[in-house]
């Protein structure tokens, strides 16, 4: 009996090893991410990589312009972690940031030394700033209630569109060799400038795009961000006005609780109004017909008299008499 337990021993200690394992890897694909939802890091990043682009000129400086791109892909690196995506695209987010910034690295040493650049770094990382809001809104979608990181990512997500055309504006520039995109030569910060006026619709007029494929994309950024506004923030802030007072128990006609009702997230909110049925017509609100506007009288129904108002057919003794006649 001793050796049969002091056989069996290493076999039950391999079971346990193995189960606590499987606990493990089970936690590691079913528990969220710590920075799950961390909007507010996302946030930060992006107004980061506005304030730097916005007020250095990066153009000629190595360091400025790494500086700049690193903090771009630190943002998308901190989006993929708080949309909550599975661990392979959390690595796949985290090679890309690598290979863009060995690649952005090997193109400004190019073009120090020969003079010329073929493929600019802002078209390196279009990319991922490109990407950054997409994995945004798409998580803040999943959203079944509204808190205050909800709002954060929806103002990450709105920002990070101008910082994704500020790179794609100086991409236009680096392949136009005709022309440049505002006519003449400018500093870095007039990208992002420009970016932020246009999605706001402010125009103030004096940085104009003047080649036709920069007045398309300048105007396609100020479409896209009203249409953000209008869809994406709307349902936002209508889900928020109509769940604050909500319970999370269904009341019925007696008064007593129901069953619980399962909240809906945003996409299906925005699904189920877009498949919601036109309402019935209304019965009261029938065809207008002017006769529906007269008294109801029936077949035999005259005027209303009174009793002395019928015709008087009598001779009557003052019929004929004019008024004021001699008696």
């Known amino acids: 009996m001793v050796e049969e337990e002091g056989a069996g021993a290493p076999e039950r200690s391999s079971r346990v090893g193995s189960g606590d394992r499987g606990v493990r890897r089970e936690r590691i694909f079913t528990d969220p991410p710590r920075m799950l939802d961390r909007f507010e890091l996302v946030l930060l990043f992006v107004l980061a990589t506005i304030a730097v682009q916005g007020l250095v000129d ?80 798409r998580r803040v979608l999943q959203h079944t209630v509204v808190t205050l990181q909800t709002i954060m990512g929806s103002v990450a997500a709105y920002l990070q569109i101008s910082v994704a055309y500020a790179f794609l504006f100086q991409t ?73 007072p909500r319970s999370a128990l269904s009341r019925r006609a007696d008064g007593r609780p129901g069953e619980v009702t399962p909240a809906r997230t945003l996409g299906q909110d925005m699904s189920a109004r877009q498949a919601e049925p036109p309402p019935p017509p209304d019965p009261d609100d029938g065809p207008d017909d002017s006769r529906d506007e007269r008294p109801d009288h029936g077949p035999d129904d005259g005027p209303d008299n009174g009793p002395d108002d019928g015709p008087d057919d009598g001779p009557g003794p003052d019929r004929g008499r004019g008024i004021g006649a001699p008696d």
């Open 172 to 244: 236009i520039d680096a392949f136009t060799a005709s022309q440049p995109f505002f006519g003449e030569e400018v500093s870095t910060t007039v990208y992002m400038y420009f970016s932020l006026v246009t999605i706001s619709t402010v125009g103030f007029g004096d940085f104009v795009a003047v080649t036709s494929f920069g007045r398309l994309t300048a105007g396609s950024e100020a479409v896209v961000g009203q249409v953000f506004l209008v869809t994406f923030v709307a349902l936002i802030v209508s889900r928020f006005a109509a769940t604050m």
């Open 58 to 137: 990066v153009r000629g400086s190595v360091v400025a312009e790494l500086f700049t791109h690193a903090i771009t892909g630190l943002a998308l690196i901190a989006a993929v972690r708080a949309s909550g995506s599975r661990r392979r695209w959390r690595r796949a987010a985290d090679v890309l940031v690598i290979v863009v910034l060995v690649v952005s690295v090997a193109t400004l040493t190019w073009r120090r030394d020969e003079g010329s650049l073929a493929v600019p770094p802002e078209t390196t990382w279009l990319l991922a700033a490109a990407i950054t809001p997409v994995l945004i809104a």
